[in-house]
């Protein structure tokens, strides 16, 4: 069975950490449609699931410790983002195996190929070597 939100999840989690890498240490603002594409509220201006699942995974990025964030404008933007010490170091770990290769710079030529197996490995990585402080 092919699990199509989780392909998303994983996708939308590299999007956000790249972008975050991208600007460390300096806090930013993350705008959902960035991550996830154009959203297409219905009628009653209620975001589409895809929207809402990418919102989510900000969320869950931050209750996992990776990244925080000071306040969030409904679900459309998160703002003054930034990885936290554990996401830093997950995602700056070069991986001898691999040659010698960053996690971060795996990520950025997994989206640049747009290769969705390569995306759920080198996060899968990072997951695993994730020790959250609870």
């Known amino acids: 069975m092919l699990d199509i ?3 998303e999840f994983y996708n939308d989690m590299a999007r956000i950490l790249v972008t975050l890498y991208r600007h460390f240490p ?3 603002s993350v ?3 960035d991550i996830s594409g154009p959203d297409t509220p219905d009628e009653y201006g209620l975001h589409s699931d ?3 699942a990418c919102f989510n995974a ?3 990025l931050t209750d996992e410790g990776l990244m925080r964030y000071s306040d969030h404008e409904r679900s459309l933007a ?3 983002c930034v990885l ?3 996401g830093f170091r997950l995602l700056s770990h070069i991986d ?3 040659g010698g290769v960053s996690r971060i710079d795996e990520l950025r030529l997994a989206l640049q190929e747009g290769s969705s197996d390569m995306t759920e490995e080198v996060l899968r990585q990072v997951l695993m070597a994730h020790r959250p402080n609870r």
């Open 96 to 98: 001898p195996v691999v």
């Open 5 to 7: 939100h989780i392909t």
């Open 31 to 33: 705008y959902i449609e």
């Open 50 to 52: 895809r929207h809402m």
């Open 78 to 80: 998160v703002n003054h």
């Open 84 to 86: 936290t010490l554990d």
């Open 26 to 28: 300096r806090q930013v």
């Open 58 to 60: 900000v969320l869950w």
